[in-house]
């Protein structure tokens, strides 16, 4: 197993064992973290647009496209509320994200051009990307099954994962000669931004 898969296991044991059976301090032997570090699997524009092309259904290819153009972590992008759109301001808005935090991340005009598509055909009431039934978003699960059926039928086999669109988003804009800082801003930008009264969304 991984060092963090044992830490957070040894973790576990021992807040189970001092704070819910009032044990005395329970005191395991944990191996060092190694020092090894991998760089992350990048995908190119070519096989991102392999990989969006071969999903059957308009809201599987527009939920990955929207998952890859605004870095997103899996986590908030099935999360994604019809409210959480602010198109004035070019921005989407991530409730309790990472860190229990509120965010803002960038909103490229292409794809909010996509998601007006996608709420046009589909008219989802609350969830973005709703799932079965619809009261309920689209489970991490499920969208991990969307990602693997699109890369095998684009024939995408270098281990790539729903995380490779995060990373694959910011090396893109790294190599196109963003600054590092702006790149940061754009993967977490802070919920220091105050929302301004926006027009309305979805579109009438």
């Not at 969006?52 to 509320?81: D, E, N």
């Not at 499920?142 to 684009?154: D, G, T, V």
């Not at 910011?170 to 754009?186: C, F, N, P, V, Y």
Request: hydrophobic content about 40%; aromatic content about 8%.
């Amino acid at each position: 197993m991984a060092w963090s898969s044992c830490h957070q296991a040894a973790a576990g044991l021992q807040f189970f064992s001092t704070h819910t059976l009032g044990w005395d301090v329970l005191h395991l032997h944990r191996p060092p973290r190694t020092g090894r570090s991998q760089l992350p699997q990048i995908l190119s524009i070519e096989a991102l647009q392999r990989l969006f092309t071969p999903a059957k259904h308009p809201r599987h290819r527009i939920l990955l496209m929207t998952t890859y153009a605004a870095g997103l972590r899996v986590s908030a992008g099935v999360r994604l509320k019809l409210t959480d759109i602010e198109s004035e301001r070019m921005l989407l808005r991530i409730e309790q994200g990472k860190g229990r935090k509120d965010r803002y991340v960038m909103l490229p005009p292409a794809l909010l051009e996509m998601l007006r598509q996608w709420w046009t055909a589909a008219r989802p009431q609350a969830w973005l990307f709703p799932g079965r039934p619809p009261v309920n978003p689209l489970t991490y699960r499920q969208l991990n099954r969307i990602f693997h059926l699109a890369a095998e039928a684009a024939e995408i086999r270098q281990g790539a994962t729903l995380h490779t669109l995060r990373h694959s988003f910011a090396t893109h804009l790294l190599e196109s000669k963003l600054d590092i800082r702006m790149i940061q801003a754009l993967l977490a930008t802070s919920a220091s931004i105050r929302p301004r009264t926006t027009r309305a969304w979805p579109p009438t």
